[in-house]
């Protein structure tokens, strides 16, 4: 039996209870990780859970947490350093669509809501685990973005507006260390069957689309060390479903 790619590596996965969060925390686990999943619902992630001992025998460490609530990822921070004293691969997942709406008729409290998770969170969470990443030999930072990033479309300025945020958030950051060990990815999966996909459009088939599943593959591609990027010091990439490299 070969050696499994990510063995020994320490994965943390927001939102991981379902959907693209669901699939990376499965696949990530199934190649070696050990995953510390995070997600809003302990039951959901207790399923998880069962699935990863199904699979492999180990466990996954659990955190019941809104990635909203951003005090608590500080605290996430300081447990995962306690605990395992650095971070290999982070995929952030967790995400909100809000309310699609024409931009002069959403509720502040709703804004409010997503940008609290989609953005505000983002930057709490490379905030906390940026020492975590630069402890680690082949530090990875994935984040799931979409295409409504930079293809604003009416009734879509929420969530638009804090995807495009969070692209500008991570191309910074990953300039900032484009001199360390840490490469930050942004993913963009399209189009696949998840509940945020069936909220944004009700009328849809799901049947037509792709499972999260497929996607863990490339996860798991894009967590090991060698990703093929075109030097050494490029630190920041991104990415399409079909695992072409965009840019760099």
Do not use: C
Request: proline share 6%; glycine share 8%; aromatic share 4%.
């Amino acid at each position: 039996m070969s050696e499994l790619p990510l063995k020994d590596r320490i994965a943390l996965v927001t939102g991981a209870s379902r959907g693209i969060g669901k699939a990376a925390a499965l696949a990530l686990t199934n190649a070696g990780a050990h995953v510390v999943a995070v997600a809003r619902t302990p039951g959901a992630l207790e399923a998880l859970d069962d699935e990863i001992r199904a699979a492999t025998g180990q466990p996954a460490t659990l955190v019941p947490m809104d990635i909203g609530e951003v005090d608590g990822l500080d605290q996430l921070g300081r447990a995962i350093h306690d605990r395992f004293g650095r971070l290999d691969i982070l995929v952030h997942a967790a995400a909100l669509l809000g309310s699609l709406t024409p931009v002069s008729h959403i509720e502040p409290k709703h804004w409010d809501r997503v940008v609290a998770v989609n953005l505000t969170g983002s930057f709490r969470l490379i905030r906390s685990v940026e020492p975590l990443l630069r402890a680690s030999e082949h530090p990875r930072a994935i984040f799931l973005t979409s295409g409504r990033a930079g293809r604003p479309k009416a009734f879509w300025g929420t969530y638009g507006v804090t995807k495009a945020g969070l692209e500008h958030l991570v191309r910074t950051w990953a300039d900032e260390l484009e001199q360390t060990k840490v490469r930050a990815i942004l993913l963009d999966p399209g189009v696949m069957r998840t509940r945020m996909r069936a909220e944004a459009m009700p009328g849809e088939d799901p049947s037509t689309l792709p499972d999260p599943s497929e996607i863990g593959p490339l996860i798991v591609e894009l967590a090991q060390a060698d990703l093929g990027l075109p030097a050494a010091n490029v630190a920041f990439s991104t990415w399409k479903m079909a695992g072409t490299l965009a840019s760099a």
